[in-house]
C-alpha cells in the first residue's frame, strides 16, 4: 500500500490549533484593494476558523481523520 498524501494545497491554507479547531485565513485581501473600506481590509486580515459543516472535508483533506 502506498503512503496516503495530504493534500497540498490544503496544507498550505489551515493550521490545526491546539483545541483541535482549523485556523484559515480570510479571502479578498490580495489585490483590488483601492475600493475596499480600510475597516474591511482590517477585518480581512484577522484569521478566522473554519465552519462547522467543512470541518469534515477539510480534515479529510489533510488527513486528520
Request: charged share 40%; glycine share 6%.
Amino acid at each position: 500500500m502506498p503512503k496516503v498524501k495530504t493534500k497540498s494545497g490544503a496544507k498550505k491554507r489551515f493550521k490545526l490549533t491546539g483545541s483541535g479547531k482549523i485556523k484559515r485565513k480570510h479571502a479578498f485581501k490580495s489585490h483590488i484593494l483601492t475600493k475596499k473600506e480600510t475597516k474591511q481590509k482590517r477585518n480581512l486580515t484577522q484569521a478566522g476558523l473554519v465552519d462547522k459543516a467543512d470541518e469534515t472535508n477539510v480534515k479529510l483533506m489533510l488527513r486528520l481523520k
